[in-house]
């Protein structure tokens, strides 16, 4: 029913030629293209489902490259490291064996919307995941530039879409596959922007991908642009830091890993970072040399919450800035200035960093500079990470709009289960908005779009109390195990041990009960109010927050004292104890979506010319772009109406 044919440069294969000297083709289930964090992530997952995966990318020595900031983390980017890991992802592991300042940010507000960050020794990082993915099973790491991509198309008389089948390299050689991931990050005919001048580039030092972008236009892709930057970077000996407030990392430190307890390095090992702030000399030399910035003037848009300093003094004109003074590696010498990212001629960049207190006489190792690039419209993607106009074509990472590392490798997980469970013709592997901040994360982009670099927070999820990062394991990885086969045996064992200690701690500490002033006399820490009719349980002391497992186990310690020979597990049961009355009515709401979820709309069905059900024009086109999996997605396109909603609901219900 298929035949081989290269609709895009019409490059025959050996075995279509017929040609018995041909140099033979691999084939593998699997191409991942690209190694940044969405590749290895996708490469790796791919390998744990089963699949014979090879990864290309164009160089070996940058695979797990921090392209921009020295950092993982952050709010709502902590949460999407931890569900990585719960699908037993690479990049919270890894992050734990290179870590060099670990601090949890938002701990004003309460542990489900704690954000995880560290500090990241890059080329520790490097190493750690270069050693990871070149000795993965079943995984082949190769370098090449991918050029073009070998689509299967339906024999004449078939309809359908075609299929994408394998992929052609630079030098001509093509390497054959069930499904293919393109990952290729900020690569699409990137250019590189310092000044006025523009030359072509992914990132500094590493060259564009022309081909793959045209053959992507060709195919139909709906492309747009993007941009992005970086700041300078500094030499750490010519910076004042004595005169600078310093920030101590966390004692001690949380790991990001569930199979962590600890992290490497010892809190009192970590190193500091440094606070400054810019100042209206800052103002003056950006706004004053505005017409020698190609990169400001751009009317692509830039990544909001980590605008340029350029954007920021336009935006916010008169206002003192944060600039952080972040540690590159233990042993480096770089200083990295986050909230600098600038886009100005070096000289003026110079002259910038110079005016700001404590860099006086600060030596700019290289200058900042922005990338302008190309990423595809990602509600031509489903919730699996497939294209809809290509079978077995996934995309994940920047190339769908996105920035930051964490974003990047979530998707990056997903779409290597995806692309595996594809060739074994397996159901796909789907997170809903109501399992986890991955699930938000693909929803959005893949039903609202974006015209900007999207970046997750935790003021997109709707249900923040039950998605929190300390079960992320409990949401996502035995779902993972049981669907997927991406989950280790190990890392199984360990999430169903603090799974049954877990329940079995709640239901224990339910069980214990005093009347309220033998509790005050037992921990008299406690705010415990006085009521003499109704016994209080434990759970429920454990619910003032100056309660914690250690205190309730030394006060009554048997059967307390066995739930606290686990940090993380009586770390747990306190967070389990906070939520317990208010997840009651968030379980309801989630119930509700759900239902919602549960009406699957057709996967064929032609919205432009469906007779069946009343829509307007414009409502038809935005199915037809978007082509929503259920009736729950297809309310969250912008624009639809509640009347179309109603409709397409009675349509799916009659034709089901
Ligand atoms: P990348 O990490 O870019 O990896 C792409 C990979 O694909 C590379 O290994 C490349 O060699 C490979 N590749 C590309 N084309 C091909 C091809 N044809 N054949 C073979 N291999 C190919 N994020 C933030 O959160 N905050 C920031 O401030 C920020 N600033 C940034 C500044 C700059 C200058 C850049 C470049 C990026 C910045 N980012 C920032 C974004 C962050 O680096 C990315 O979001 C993240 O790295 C994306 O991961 P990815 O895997 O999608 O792509």
């Not at 931890?82 to 949890?104: F, M, N």
């Not at 600890?262 to 970072?273: A, F, G, R, S, Y």
């Amino acid at each position: 029913r298929w035949a081989v044919v290269s609709l895009c440069r019409r490059l025959p294969s050996a075995r279509s030629r017929g040609d018995s000297t041909a140099p033979w083709s691999p084939r593998f289930d699997v191409v991942v293209i690209g190694g940044g964090h969405a590749g290895t992530e996708a490469a790796a997952a791919a390998a744990r489902c089963g699949s014979r995966t090879v990864l290309l990318t164009h160089r070996v020595d940058t695979i797990g490259q921090m392209s921009c900031n020295p950092s993982f983390g952050g709010i709502g980017k902590g949460h999407l490291m931890r569900e990585v890991d719960a699908l037993d992802g690479l990049c919270s592991r890894i992050c734990d064996q290179s870590g060099i300042h670990y601090k949890v940010l938002n701990r004003r507000k309460g542990p489900a919307v704690w954000g995880l960050r560290a500090q990241i020794d890059r080329n520790l990082y490097k190493q750690h995941m270069q050693k990871e993915i070149l000795n993965t099973p079943l995984l082949t790491v190769q370098e090449g530039a991918v050029e073009d991509l070998v689509l299967t198309e339906p024999e004449p008389g078939h309809s359908g879409k075609c299929r994408v089948s394998g992929v052609v390299l630079a030098d001509g050689s093509t390497i054959y596959a069930e499904s293919v991931i393109l990952t290729t990050g900020t690569f699409l005919r990137g250019m590189m922007v310092i000044g006025l001048e523009m030359h072509p580039a992914g990132r500094l030092g590493d060259q564009p991908s022309i081909g793959l972008a045209q053959t992507l236009e060709k195919l139909g892709f709906v492309v747009g642009r993007l941009k992005t930057g970086t700041p300078p970077r500094i030499a750490k000996e010519s910076i004042n830091f004595d005169i600078l407030n310093k920030h101590t990392p966390d004692n001690p430190s949380v790991p990001f890993s569930f199979l962590n307890e600890t992290v490497w390095i010892k809190p009192e090992d970590q190193l500091p970072c440094y606070l400054t702030y810019t100042n209206p000399k800052v103002d003056e030399i950006v706004l004053e040399n505005l017409h020698l910035n190609s990169h400001v003037k751009e009317t692509t848009r830039g990544p909001r919450y980590c605008p340029s300093i350029e954007s920021k003094v336009l935006r916010f004109p008169k206002r003192l800035h944060q600039v952080w003074l972040e540690p590159e590696g233990m042993d480096s010498d770089l200083i990295y200035p986050q909230g600098l990212s600038v886009t100005l001629p070096a000289e003026l960049q110079e002259k910038m960093i110079a005016c700001i207190r404590g860099l006086e006489k600060a030596k700019m190792v290289h200058p900042g500079y922005g990338v302008q690039y190309d990423y595809l419209d990602p509600r031509q993607i489903t919730p699996s990470l497939e294209t809809h106009l290509v079978q077995r074509l996934f995309f994940a990472g920047q190339i769908n709009g996105t920035t930051g590392y964490e974003e990047a490798a979530a998707q990056g997980v997903i779409a290597g289960i995806n692309a595996s469970l594809r060739v074994s013709c397996k159901p796909p592997f789907v997170v809903s908005r109501t399992e986890g901040y991955i699930g938000v994360l693909i929803d959005d982009l893949t039903t609202l779009g974006t015209s900007e670099p999207y970046r997750m927070f935790t003021s997109r999820v709707e249900f923040r109390l039950s998605l929190r990062p300390d079960n992320a394991d409990v949401r996502l990885t035995f779902r993972g195990y049981k669907e997927t086969g991406c989950v280790s045996q190990q890392r199984y064992e360990r999430a169903s041990w603090m799974k049954t200690y877990l329940e079995e701690g709640i239901s224990v500490l339910k069980s214990i009960k005093f009347s309220s002033s033998k509790w005050k006399k037992l921990i008299p820490q406690a705010s415990i109010s006085i009521n003499k009719s109704l016994p209080v349980s434990a759970l429920d002391v454990l619910k003032h927050e100056e309660v914690d497992m250690e205190l309730l186990a030394n006060a009554v310690p048997e059967p307390l004292k066995k739930y606290t020979t686990s940090r993380e597990l009586a770390r747990r049961l306190k967070i389990e104890a906070t939520y317990e009355s208010v997840l009651l009515y968030q379980l309801q709401e989630i119930k509700e979506v759900q239902r919602d979820e549960a009406f699957q709309l057709p996967k064929d069905l032609d919205y432009l010319t469906v007779k069946d059900v009343s829509l307007s024009q414009e409502v038809r086109e935005k199915l037809q772009f978007s082509r929503p999996q259920t009736i729950g997605a297809a309310s969250r396109i912008p624009g639809m109406t509640p009347a179309a909603i109603i409709n397409l609901l009675r349509f799916v219900k009659n034709t089901q």
